[in-house]
T-cell receptor, first 114, second 110 residues
Framework: GAVVSQHPSRVICKSGTSVKIECRSL??????MFWYRQFPKKSLMLMAT?????????EQGVEKDKFLINHASLTLSTLTVTSAHPEDSSFYIC??????????FGQGTRLTVV | DAKTTQPPSMDCAEGRAANLPCNHS???????VYWYRQIHSQGPQYIIH???NNETNEMASLIITEDRKSSTLILPHATLRDTAVYYC???????????FGGGTRVLVKP
């Protein structure tokens, strides 16, 4: 199946700093990518839809100025958590549909804000 | 996406078949039934999907009732590595955003 890669897989940052997470489709082009967040023992919650060449679409309750999404190419979307706080600590996961419109997920990024 | 309902957890014995039920009574005609699983601290992994016919691949079988209001994922010979949370999702296509419910936490025991 198609491969979606996230980087980094794990990051620890200080409160107030920003962290960038990359999501790459390695063997296919993705005009759309999705960003999810998952808290411990909870299910995945969609944060936003990343659209290549245009603005991301955010789900209700997700601050667009805090979670900056850039989808500058057909194989790369980035999520930047700005001014991170401990409550932003979570597991962030991206997904991308391939040309058959089947969703493939990255391995996830565990963010810990201290 | 139509809402899906799954039991929160289930145990099964290694080597035996695991049958995971899912209720999706409000599924629309254009919605597929997708199954994903998530092993601890990893991203979800695609398992199988179907519209109305039963489907089988190297990982599992999917049985969808004739009225499409429920389905069962069958892992034919469960192994310890099948321990994971299994999510059943009804969606027009995986190219759209997927709505994850609580899933079923499956524990395969030796």
């Amino acid at each position: 199946g198609a491969v979606v890669s996230q980087h980094p897989s794990r990051v620890i940052c200080k409160s107030g700093t920003s962290v960038k997470i990359e999501c790459r489709s390695l063997d296919f082009q993705a005009t759309t990518m999705f960003w999810y967040r998952q808290f411990p023992k909870k299910s995945l919650m969609l944060m936003a839809t990343s659209n290549e060449g245009s603005k991301a679409t955010y789900e209700q309750g997700v601050e667009k100025d805090k979670f900056l999404i850039n989808h500058a190419s057909l194989t790369l979307s980035t999520l930047t958590v700005t001014s991170a706080h401990p409550e932003d600590s979570s597991f962030y996961i991206c997904s991308a549909p391939d040309r058959l419109a089947e969703a493939f997920f990255g391995q996830g990024t565990r963010l810990t804000v201290v | 996406d139509a809402k899906t309902t799954q039991p929160p957890s289930m145990d099964c014995a290694e080597g035996r078949a695991a049958n995971l039920p899912c209720n999706h009574s409000t599924i629309s005609g254009n919605e597929y039934v997708y199954w994903y699983r998530q092993i601890h601290s990893q991203g979800p992994q695609y398992i199988i999907h179907g519209l109305k016919n039963n489907e089988t691949n190297e990982m599992a079988s999917l049985i969808i009732t004739e009225d499409r209001k429920s389905s069962t994922l069958i892992l034919p010979h469960a192994t310890l590595r099948d321990t994971a949370v299994y999510y059943c999702i009804a969606a027009p296509g995986a190219g759209n955003k997927l709505t994850f419910g609580g899933g079923t936490r499956v524990l395969v025991k030796p």
